[in-house]
């Protein structure tokens, strides 16, 4: 769900305290709710996804998305898939059987 226009663009603080650091060294974060705004324009973000931190550089075309576009926080890996079908394919040969 979007925010409402009235409001103004949710930034965590941990984005205003190093908006003037002109270090290249990546701002970690934890926000994944905050907007790109222009301060941060040339930084590189490491935003936690919950397992870890995932690296993100922030250029023109990225301002006003979330820090959280870019990190995907669920995976769903090719064993869980293999594991889906193998229980199907058990199913049918239990079922031939009897």
Known sequence: ???????????????F????RSSDRPINTWSRGSLFLYPSL???FKI???RKFVSVQ???????YYSGDFC???FLGRKIHLRKK???SDFKK???VI
Do not use: C, D, Q
């Open 86 to 88: 193998k229980e199907k």
């Open 1 to 15: 769900m979007n925010r409402s226009s009235w409001k103004l663009p949710h930034v965590n603080a941990s984005f």
């Open 94 to 96: 239990i079922i031939w």
């Open 58 to 64: 922030v250029k023109k075309p990225l301002l006003g």
């Open 72 to 74: 995907m926080s669920k």
């Open 48 to 50: 936690y996804n919950g």
């Open 42 to 44: 040339n930084k590189t």
């Open 17 to 20: 305290r190093f908006w003037k």
